[in-house]
């Protein structure tokens, strides 16, 4: 079991590091394709516009899922995989190429949605938002969005509990919204999801109970897009992270966790902005071949969200939901203002001003 558990962790580590390796390797050539998506990066108000974005995206869906229209919320993310895609591919392929690859993960994902493709779509999809991000939000507006983020995820998993049924409705999709960490080599994504939800409760009163099922009944949160929530049993959407497990005996793991995908992408666009907007005077290039954009306070940002990843997963391990962004961007922040204090950044440059 401990070894299951090992291997779990160190697999969703992996996912998050390719999550930020790609998204360093991304932001120049996302900047000099002109893929930057603000004016004025350093204006701390994108980061008002975009939260706000989040909790219109988030009632549309709990809106969708009630009245039964899941296939708006399929189709919406399906269309999202394939753009995020196509801004990846379109940097190393001719666009018509790009846009037939593009195409083909789309439509792999509805095909033949198995936790590997999931994942695989979910790390170029999380490479590519916290890229253009990345290069979109200067240093003081990713500091805000994130601290934001932190705090209206703490809410909704402490307080209002507003992303039950969110949660419940996108299990159901089998789409690249969370990352699948299995914990066997037997676990199969496409036969276990179809009968892992269900929105109501069943006899003994909780979701899921049958055994090999995924358990996203009365401890499980879902956000939508950038906030993040950890729990045994909980899924996450866009931003928040949650780990879900699939087993019934508690003497045993579970056979998957279930990480949001935001929990990787929005940690990652600190790393993003860290690496591209502190001046190269300042923080130069560590050198390290394929990833020019790579710098002291970059690097200090991402094992400080390695931190939080861990002290997130050893509290979820214990059987109770969490917020995860609050562990994951403090961490991100912390580690990038000691690197950067640590390269001999002023602190207000450091923070923006």
Not at 141 to 149: E, M, N, R, T
Request: net charge negative.
């Amino acid at each position: 079991m401990r070894r299951r558990v090992a291997a779990a962790v160190g697999f969703a580590a992996l996912l998050f590091l390719l999550v930020q390796l790609g998204a360093l390797a991304l932001v120049p050539t996302f900047y000099d394709a002109g893929y930057q998506t603000v004016e004025d990066p350093s204006d701390p108000t994108n980061s008002l516009v975009y939260i706000g974005a989040i909790l219109v995206a988030t009632a549309l869906m709990l809106a969708a899922f009630k009245f039964d229209l899941d296939w708006i919320v399929r189709g919406f993310v399906v269309l999202a995989a394939g753009s995020l895609a196509w801004y990846v591919f379109s940097v190393f392929l001719a666009p018509l190429p790009a846009l037939v690859a593009a195409a083909a993960l789309s439509v792999l994902l509805v095909a033949y949605p198995e936790w590997y493709v999931i994942d695989a779509a979910g790390v170029l999809m999380g490479a590519g938002a916290a890229g253009l991000f990345g290069i979109s939000f200067g240093l003081l507006p990713a500091i805000v969005l994130l601290s934001i983020l932190a705090v209206y995820d703490a809410i909704s998993v402490y307080g209002t509990e507003h992303m039950l049924d969110l949660a419940s409705g996108v299990m159901e999709l089998n789409l690249p919204v969370v990352l699948v960490v299995p914990t066997t080599l037997s676990y199969s994504l496409r036969d276990s999801m179809p009968n892992a939800v269900d929105r109501d409760t069943d006899e003994e009163g909780g979701p899921g109970d049958a055994e090999g099922e995924v358990d996203v009944g009365a401890d499980t949160e879902t956000d939508l897009d950038d906030a993040a929530e950890a729990t045994i049993a909980d899924t996450d959407l866009d931003d928040t992270a949650e780990a879900t497990t699939a087993d019934t005996d508690t003497d045993d793991v579970r056979d998957a966790f279930f990480i949001g995908l935001g929990d990787a992408v929005m940690p990652t666009v600190m790393i993003a902005s860290a690496a591209f907007f502190l001046p190269k005077s300042l923080a130069p290039s560590l050198g390290v071949p394929g990833l020019p954009a790579l710098t002291l306070p970059a690097l200090t940002a991402m094992v400080g969200t390695f931190a939080g990843l861990f002290a997130l997963l050893w509290m979820v391990l214990k059987g109770r939901a969490h917020a995860g962004l609050p562990l994951l961007n403090g961490g991100a922040i912390g580690g990038y203002l000691v690197g950067a204090l640590l390269a001999g950044v002023p602190l207000l440059t450091a923070l923006g001003f």
